[in-house]
């Protein structure tokens, strides 16, 4: 099993920035993928920005420029830095991995439970 605890969400005025973290934990064997999405109320759940298991980066047109995703591959852990916040990014936000456990035989796919970031105009 594999349980993902993020952490870094809250209140914040529009154009500050926040930062959010995301531990992953358990039978891990290797990464396919680390990244967020986010749910607002009466939304679906939407691509923030993920991270690959090559490296290769995808953000959603609606944060590029202003969030920046990274991995921390000695700890398990993936952040996500939120700036120029705007009232739209108001959201419950989860974290996801695509994890391949010590149990095998394929990745499968985690999610954290999320934290909700309330931007203020």
């Known amino acids: 099993q594999v349980q993902l605890v993020e952490s870094g969400g809250g209140f914040v005025q529009a154009g500050g920035s926040l930062r959010l973290s995301c531990a992953a934990s358990?039978?891990?064997?290797?990464?396919?993928?680390m990244g967020w999405y986010r749910q607002a109320p009466g939304k679906q759940r939407d691509l923030v920005a993920a991270?690959?298991?090559?490296?290769?980066?995808n953000y959603a047109d609606s944060v590029k420029g202003r969030f920046t995703i990274s991995i921390d591959n000695a700890k398990n852990t993936v952040s996500l830095q939120m700036s120029s916040l705007k009232p739209e990014d108001t959201a419950v936000y989860y974290c996801?991995?695509?994890?391949?456990?010590?149990?095998?035989?394929?990745?499968?796919?985690?999610w954290g439970k999320g934290t909700l970031v309330t931007v203020s105009s």
């Open positions: 996801n991995a695509i994890v391949l456990t010590t149990s095998g035989p394929l990745p499968m796919d985690y």
């Open positions: 358990g039978s891990i064997f290797s990464f396919d993928g």
């Open positions: 991270i690959t298991g090559s490296g290769i980066i």
